[in-house]
Nanobody, 121 residues
């Protein structure tokens, strides 16, 4: 499955963005989709994962601020990001596999190109 993330941009602290991850080549409904992010000079970090049954998991720093959802009819997964902070600045990318993991990014069978999110005043 090929993935393409989009929706990043420049936003002020406290603002919101919605990222999209569009799949092609295969049916998104068959996969869990995770979001990861990586900021310059920092390690890659798991953000969220949404299962095939719409169950979701989040890293602690994103709980209550980020919401993952999926629209299988559009082969798309979304990441709604609210109350953005300066430290949320990173390249965000989505990845697909059969099981959720927020720690094993390299284990995902497919990963799309990222989208830049910059939080700045």
């Amino acid at each position: 499955v090929q993935l393409q993330a989009s929706g990043g941009g420049l936003v002020q602290p406290g603002g919101s963005l919605r990222l999209s991850c569009v799949a092609s080549g295969e049916t998104l409904a068959d996969y869990v989709i995770a979001w990861f992010r990586q900021a310059p000079g920092k390690e890659r970090e798991g953000v969220s994962c949404i299962g095939v049954s719409d169950s979701t998991s989040y890293s602690d720093s994103m709980k209550g601020r980020f919401t993952a959802s999926r629209d299988n009819s559009k082969n798309t997964v979304y990441l709604q990001m609210n109350s953005l902070k300066l430290e949320d600045t990173a390249v965000y990318y989505c990845a697909a596999d059969l099981f959720c993991s927020l720690t094993d990014a390299d284990g995902y069978r497919s990963r799309g190109q990222g989208t830049q999110v910059t939080v700045s005043s």
